[in-house]
């Protein structure tokens, strides 16, 4: 078998190193393609998951034994913040997006109410 020449080994060194430069270039670019500007409807799902969490309504699905803390101040605090966003966009959104926010305030507000009635005489936070 033939032994490469240094220019010919130079020449593979520099293509494969070129190679390498194009795929971290086009793997970067993927990723900047893959970012979506964030949208209202991402805003309240954001502090709708918030609410979930504190009113001990999500799991952890990395973690099934993990146990959910109620947390009705906290939970409160992010319902408010839908509202207050409701409350301050008001003519401002579309009649999709304020559909949306109305109906999402009413069931976190529904089950708000529902948790607060179970945890009754207890502390704000507790273990579920």
Do not use: C, H
Not at 4 to 25: G, H, M, N, P, R
């Amino acid at each position: 078998m033939e032994e490469k020449s240094d220019s010919t080994k130079q020449i593979d060194d520099a293509w494969k190193q070129q190679v390498q430069k194009e795929q971290v270039e086009s793997s970067s670019k993927d990723k900047q393609e893959a970012y979506t500007k964030p949208t209202f409807y991402d805003v309240i799902a954001m502090y709708t998951m918030q609410s979930l969490f504190f009113l001990g309504m999500l799991k952890d699905p990395n973690n099934p034994d993990f146990e959910s803390k109620v947390d009705l101040q906290s939970a409160k605090l992010n319902i408010d913040i839908l509202s207050l966003l409701q409350d301050k966009s008001k003519g401002n959104l579309t009649e999709e997006e304020n559909v949306y926010l109305t109906n999402t305030l009413n069931e976190l507000r529904v089950l708000y109410i529902k948790r607060a009635d179970d945890t009754k005489g207890k502390s704000p936070i507790i273990t579920t």
